[in-house]
């Protein structure tokens, strides 16, 4: 049982900064689909509900001036701004977990001042759904008896 724990909390850390984590290292420690559903979006929404209130804090308490002579807009940048032109909110969400990372989509939500509620609820349905997605697809690639017995 600790073992599993462990492994458990390995897998959710890992899913506080990079969401593809989850069902990659969930499928390797042999986890279900729902558990490793629940340790991938578990992480992703941790780090969207912390970020969220500490960015807020931050922003109260702390002024925080950084000064380097970096471009403007990247090429990154740009991006980013073309799915919230055409998308929104929702766009930003649904690209998160697989270009962004939970901590960037989270910080490009708030930069944008969407309100806080609608931040919880797409990045939990994108984290929802990409959760589901990855984990039945890594499932059914390792199923394959050819490439299960690569990794075995």
């Known amino acids: 049982m600790i073992e599993y724990l462990i492994k458990f909390l390995v897998i959710y850390i890992s899913c506080l900064f990079k969401f593809v984590a989850g069902p990659i290292l969930g499928s390797a420690a042999g986890y279900s689909l729902w558990e490793i559903i629940i340790v991938t979006v578990g992480g992703l929404m941790t780090t969207v509900f912390s970020l969220t209130y500490l960015g807020e804090w931050i922003k109260k308490n702390w002024t925080i001036n950084i000064q380097n002579k970096k471009k403007r807009f990247s090429k990154s940048s740009r991006r980013i701004v073309k799915v ?3 998308f929104g909110p929702i766009g930003i969400a649904a690209i998160t977990p697989m270009f962004l ?3 960037g989509g989270t910080i490009v939500m708030t930069a944008f001042r969407v ?3 609608k931040v919880f609820t797409y990045m939990f349905i994108s984290g929802l759904f990409w959760a589901i997605i990855l984990g039945a697809s890594i ?3 390792l199923a394959i008896p050819m490439i299960g017995d690569l990794l075995r």
Do not use: A, H, L, S
Request: hydrophobic residues 25%; proline residues 8%.
């Open 84 to 86: 919230w032109q055409k």
């Open 101 to 103: 990372t939970p901590v």
């Open 115 to 117: 309100e806080k509620k």
């Open 139 to 141: 499932q059914q690639i």
